[in-house]
Nanobody, 115 residues
Framework: QVQLVESGGGLVQPGGSLRLSCAAS????????MRWYRQAPGKERELVAYISSGGGITGYGESVRGRFTISRDNSENTVYLQMNSLKPEDTAVYYC????????WGQGTQVTVSS
């Protein structure tokens, strides 16, 4: 079965960096676009970034463009999100997503940006 396991979240000061990882299993990872979403308290879940199956095409939400970078290692079935210049408004639970026969989500990892 499809499994997505996020890691790498934590507490960081404004201006700091974190790298999130999402380990995937149960499907042909290298054949699918992968996405990162986030959800802050009281807000809707929003798309943060996506990366095509081969990694050649990436896209970002307007609020993170230029600060976050998505990448993937198809040999390790893992997708990453490098987050730099973090702001308090980046505080959210970050989720990994893949659309196979339906949407699949990981359990999420909490990112808190605070001094």
């Amino acid at each position: 079965q499809v499994q997505l396991v996020e890691s790498g979240g934590g507490l960081v000061q404004p201006g700091g960096s974190l790298r999130l990882s999402c380990a995937a299993s149960g499907f042909a990872f290298s054949s699918y676009t992968m996405r990162w979403y986030r959800q802050a308290p009281g807000k809707e879940r929003e798309l943060v970034a996506y990366i095509s199956s081969g990694g050649g095409i990436t896209g970002y939400g307007e609020s993170v463009r230029g600060r976050f970078t998505i990448s993937r290692d198809n040999s390790e079935n893992t997708v990453y999100l490098q987050m730099n210049s973090l702001k308090p408004e980046d505080t959210a639970v970050y989720y990994c997503n893949v659309r196979v026969d339906r949407n699949y989500w990981g359990q999420g990892t909490q990112v808190t940006v605070s001094s």
